[in-house]
């Protein structure tokens, strides 16, 4: 008797064990990061574009909140990403430039001193994929598998052909990864990121789930196919529709990775956030940042202030605007503290929680001020409250009111010198937490003109 009695107890806590974790009214929420790459400020229709048409990415800001003072920590590819998924600026780990695409360099990525947001996210029960652009070092230390993410599908360098046998430079056309393991480009490689992603949500649960979506997309080079180049016709640039065709097909990825969550019940609790890694580069593409000055490269806000939105239906206000300064770098605190409320300890983190104040529960703002610097100091930015400090090494800074003037056009450095002095004095003591650039960024061939 007492040996039957041992064995139904023992079986029952088996069958208990096994149970998915959500059985157990874990409420925590999935956590989806999409990230454009290269998509201008003025190019999706939520943010003012006229010739592009983008419903999805229209139905995804309509569901959450626009933070039209959104920013990236950098203005091109790499160091964005790495702040994104450490939450500090990269500044303070020497992440300040691409990594070239050469697997035998142990120092070109993203260093193993810090701990990526997967990986946290893993100790905390949740389960951790990544599909799309990696740009993160070549290395295979510095592979997505061996930094938090239990799944990688994607492409691991700075960029990639859209399909296969198209033309591109070596790190462009090396394998898709899977896991580790090359296998050649099944399609259109932004429509095979929604598809990748898709099958990862639906697999994933119902462990809550985190899921960073980085597509190429519309990064050079500007391929599309017929089917997309048609749907954007009306246009009338070659170079621009070149380019509305690729943002189009992401947009509709978007929309494949929206509708499955819906048709797996999980839409209401997933928070998802969607930015561009750095502003539209308006010298290469038809990219349009309007009414931002200048593009990716710079530090005037057309390189660093992107389309940027927060959704979750569950907790946070549909078709809302937030016009307070928000990062990316907020999206590391923000998914660990959503993760486990109690273990958002660390000092070294520079972002913070977002949901209190977009969910209007506190009024203050989250930042006091924001940093950017490149190329070691080449050139370098902060923003506090509205106003805006812009300066190249050697030369005398520039001004802001970011209110009155977006646009970065009328520089006040000789009319408000005491304003000037406070934004030097706080850039140069956040740069003193900062090291040199630990890597350079790969030399750029010639263009052909
Ligand atoms: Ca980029």
């Avoid at 209401?268 to 990219?287: M, Y």
Wanted: net charge neutral; charged share 20%; aromatic share 10%.
């Amino acid at each position: 008797m007492f040996r039957t009695k041992y064995l139904f107890w023992s079986l029952l806590f088996a069958f208990v064990a096994s149970l998915p974790v959500n059985i157990f009214g874990d409420d925590r929420p999935n956590i989806l990061v999409i990230v454009a790459d290269d998509l201008g400020y003025a190019d999706l229709g939520f943010q003012g574009c006229k010739d592009i048409p983008t419903p999805h990415l229209d139905g995804l800001a309509k569901s959450g909140v626009t933070c039209t003072n959104g920013y990236v920590t950098h203005p091109f590819c790499s160091p964005t990403r790495a702040a994104l998924l450490t939450g500090r600026y990269q500044q303070r780990f020497g992440h300040e430039n691409n990594p070239a695409w050469l697997p035998e360099d142990r120092v070109a990525g993203l260093p193993l001193s810090e701990t990526p947001l997967p990986s946290v996210l893993r100790t905390k029960g949740y389960a951790t994929g990544c599909v799309g652009k990696w740009h993160l070092g070549a290395h295979p230390s510095f592979h997505p598998n061996r930094r938090g993410f239990e799944y990688y599908y994607g492409a691991l360098g700075g960029g990639h052909i859209y399909l296969e046998g198209l033309k591109g430079n070596n790190e462009y056309t090396i394998p898709m990864n899977r896991n580790g393991e090359g296998e050649p480009l099944k399609g259109y490689i932004t429509t095979v990121f929604g598809q990748e992603a898709s099958e990862y949500i639906k697999k994933s649960q119902p462990k809550p789930w985190f899921l960073y979506l980085a597509f190429n997309a519309p990064h050079t080079p500007l391929q599309s196919t017929p089917e997309l180049q048609q749907r954007v016709s009306h246009i009338e640039s070659k170079e621009r529709r070149d380019l509305a065709a690729m943002i189009v097909g992401m947009d509709d990825a978007v929309g494949e990775v929206l509708s499955t969550l819906d048709s797996t019940g999980q839409r209401e609790n997933t928070l998802v956030f969607f930015f561009s890694d750095n502003g539209g580069p308006i010298s290469v593409t038809k990219a349009n940042n309007t009414p931002l000055r200048n593009g990716k490269g710079s530090v005037y806000e057309g390189g660093i202030r992107v389309p940027f939105v927060v959704s979750w239906p569950k907790k946070l206000p549909k078709d809302a605007t937030f016009e307070k300064p928000v990062v990316s770098l907020d999206v590391f605190a923000t998914s660990v503290s959503l993760s486990d409320e109690s273990n958002l300890s660390s000092e070294k983190i520079d972002g913070v929680n977002l949901i209190p104040y977009l969910s209007g529960q506190t009024k203050e703002s989250p930042h006091d001020s924001l940093f950017w610097r490149t190329g070691g100091g080449a050139t370098f930015a902060a923003r506090k409250g509205n106003w805006k400090l812009v300066g190249k090494r050697g030369e005398p800074a520039e001004l802001y009111d970011l209110e009155k003037d977006i646009s970065e056009q009328n520089n006040l450095a000789a009319s408000e010198g005491e304003r000037l002095k406070q934004l030097e004095q706080a850039y140069e003591e956040w740069n003193t937490k900062n090291v040199a650039p630990l890597f350079e960024s790969p030399k750029q061939p010639r263009k052909k003109k």
